[in-house]
T-cell receptor
Framework: AQSVTQLDSQVPVFEEAPVELRCNYSSSVSVYLFWYVQYPNQGLQLLLKYLSGSTLVESINGFEAEFNKSQTSFHLRKPSVHISDTAEYFCAVIPVYSGAGSYQLTFGKGTKLSVIP | KAGVTQTPRYLIKTRGQQVTLSCSPISGHRSVSWYQQTPGQGLQFLFEYFSETQRNKGNFPGRFSGRQFSNSRSEMNVSTLELGDSALYLC????????????FGPGTRLTVL
């Protein structure tokens, strides 16, 4: 079984300041890692994902996340946030192999990012 | 390409009733997953269907059931509704592999009175 912990439920940050949203996971098998974003009254949108290769992955809107296997972490960062980044962010994992528990995303509880003008 | 659609978007029911939610995946996607989102429990996996077969099931009571049709559209049914079933129900479609992105619909907001 997998579990995901997002250490901060709410993160307020001033516009143009940097931000880090923390995510740690636990799993007995290898996993793929994802960050999703949810805007009010909407579904989830994939922000970025780590499947293999370079441990640093980037999104088109300036976010990046680094997979750290030894610390079982996948923290999300942005060097300068905008008002439009205000949303809830979810970290998620899915097992790599095909077997029990596969094909299902296990989510963290989410982090609400509030960007203050 | 049209995205994942869910109907209805909002639903109000009373305890003891049953409800059916519908999800139409992206064209060509054969996998549909259902998730329940509540403020207390967060996002929890209900079940996943691939080519009309349930491949995976989460830890929910038997009152929650689903099915998938030959055109990949999926329905989710909840019988004997309880107050705690009030939630946003999200469905996601994908090509079906672990590496494939799951695309989420806007959700159905179910309120049980």
């Amino acid at each position: 079984a997998q579990s995901v912990t997002q250490l901060d439920s709410q993160v307020p940050v001033f516009e143009e300041a940097p931000v880090e949203l923390r995510c740690n996971y636990s799993s007995s098998v290898s996993v793929y890692l994802f960050w999703y974003v949810q805007y009010p009254n909407q579904g989830l949108q994939l922000l970025l994902k780590y499947l293999s290769g370079s441990t640093l992955v980037e999104s088109i809107n300036g976010f990046e996340a680094e997979f750290n296997k030894s610390q079982t972490s996948f923290h999300l960062r942005k060097p300068s946030v905008h008002i439009s980044d205000t949303a809830e962010y979810f970290c998620a994992v899915i097992p790599v192999y095909s077997g029990a528990g596969s094909y299902q995303l296990t989510f963290g509880k989410g982090t609400k990012l509030s960007v203050i003008p | 390409k049209a995205g994942v659609t869910q109907t209805p978007r909002y639903l109000i029911k009373t305890r003891g009733q049953q409800v059916t939610l519908s999800c139409s995946p992206i064209s060509g996607h054969r996998s549909v997953s259902w998730y329940q989102q509540t403020p207390g429990q967060g996002l929890q996996f209900l079940f996943e269907y691939f080519s009309e077969t349930q491949r995976n099931k989460g830890n929910f009571p038997g009152r929650f059931s689903g099915r998938q049709f030959s055109n990949s559209r999926s329905e989710m049914n909840v019988s004997t509704l309880e107050l705690g079933d009030s939630a946003l129900y999200l469905c996601a479609s994908s090509l079906g592999g672990e590496r494939n992105e799951q695309f989420f619909g806007p959700g159905t907001r179910l309120t049980v009175l």
